[in-house]
Nanobody, 125 residues
Framework: EVQLVESGGGLVQAGGSLRLSCATS????????TKWFRQAPGKEREGVAC????????YYSDPVKGRFTMSIDNAKNTVYLQMNNLKPEDTAVYYC??????????????????WGQGTQVTVSS
């Protein structure tokens, strides 16, 4: 069974940093894409960063490019999102998700079927 558990959220001042963790089980990163999403109050969920599972580099959305870094520690079965220079507009519930993605191409799937419970990130101005 594929499972995801996020942690690491909290309250931070603008300009600060947080590192989110997503402990995973039930799959291998070679066959699955993993992605971080966020949803702010009153807004639609948006993708933040994704790793396709084929060994390629992470993809980032424009609002976080240059500030956020997604990585995977295979030994710890954990996906990370390092968030630097946080802004109030980064305030949201952050989710990690996984999807079976057995492709040789470095492309993240459009839909993700398994989600964690989310972790709240609040950035004060």
């Amino acid at each position: 069974e594929v499972q995801l558990v996020e942690s690491g959220g909290g309250l931070v001042q603008a300009g600060g940093s947080l590192r989110l963790s997503c402990a995973t089980s039930g799959f291998t990163y070679d066959d699955f894409a993993t992605k971080w999403f966020r949803q702010a109050p009153g807004k639609e969920r948006e993708g933040v960063a994704c790793i396709s599972g084929s060994g390629g580099s992470p993809y980032y959305s424009d609002p976080v490019k240059g500030r956020f870094t997604m990585s995977i520690d295979n030994a710890k079965n954990t996906v990370y999102l390092q968030m630097n220079n946080l802004k109030p507009e980064d305030t949201a519930v952050y989710y990690c998700a996984a999807q079976y993605n057995p492709t040789e191409f470095d492309v993240c799937p459009a839909e993700f079927g398994t989600w964690g419970q989310g972790t709240q990130v609040t950035v004060s101005s």
